[in-house]
């Protein structure tokens, strides 16, 4: 299995629900990452984790909250957002953190209401 | 902090014909990755090729190709023989301890 899994792959949700992403992968790797992706532009780092700790937190307001409960799975809970955060979320994963590639997966297009 | 920096948002190339995309980067660092990821209208971050940084030699992989001019903190990729599937968001991104993005150079292929 080589895939980076990210469900849902759309989500529209209000501004005061709290709703959560969730994001796979079976390949042993034990860095995850989330990234958010406005329209044309490039991915911007949210947070790292490496061997289920959090390594990097790139200043991310609190109603973003990240969950890695076990080496295979990433999760980013969402609270309160704002229409601004409407953007595509991308989980990347890779074998460790330092000087490896990273696996990305389909991404989950949010849309704040 | 590592800073990437792709100078061409838009590029075009003639179908079957060569392009090359420009990307800087900075670091202090001795030992990273490098890469160019492609990003089609569906969003997913394809990867085209890596670049070790110890490695002098430049990696190919098939119709792509880098320049790594690790002195002079420079990576370009080539695109030999363009096809229309080509035609993407094209990133450069370094990586050590996490992933920076350049901002992207839109390819368009004509036929």
């Known amino acids: 299995d080589t895939e980076v899994t990210q469900t849902p792959k759309h989500l529209v949700m209000g501004m005061t629900n709290k709703k959560s992403l969730k994001c796979e992968q079976h390949m042993g790797h034990r860095a995850m990452y989330w990234y958010k992706q406005k329209a044309k532009k490039p991915p911007e780092l949210m947070f790292v984790y490496s061997y289920e700790k959090l390594s990097i937190n790139e200043s991310v307001p609190s109603r973003f909250s990240p969950e890695c409960p076990n080496s295979s799975l990433l999760n980013l809970h969402l609270h309160a957002l704002q229409p601004e955060d409407s953007a595509l979320y991308l989980c990347?994963?890779?074998?460790?953190?330092?000087?490896?590639?990273?696996?990305f997966g389909q991404g989950t297009r949010l849309t704040v209401v | 902090a590592q800073t990437v920096t792709q100078s061409q948002p838009e590029m075009s190339v003639q179908e079957a014909e060569t392009v090359t995309l420009s990307c800087t980067y900075d670091?202090?660092?001795?030992?990273?990755?490098l890469f160019w990821y492609k990003q089609p209208p569906s969003r997913q971050m394809i990867l085209v090729i890596r670049q070790e940084a110890y490695k002098q030699q430049n990696a190919t992989e098939n119709r792509f190709s880098v320049n790594f001019q690790k002195a002079a903190k420079s990576f370009s990729l080539k695109i030999s023989d363009s096809q229309l599937g080509d035609a993407a968001m094209y990133f450069c991104?370094?990586?050590?301890?996490?992933?920076?993005f350049g901002a992207g150079t839109r390819l368009t292929v004509k036929p």
């Open positions: 991104a370094y990586k050590r301890d996490d992933m920076r």
């Open positions: 670091t202090s660092e001795s030992d990273y990755y």
């Open positions: 990347a994963s890779s074998p460790r953190q330092t000087n490896t590639e990273a696996f």
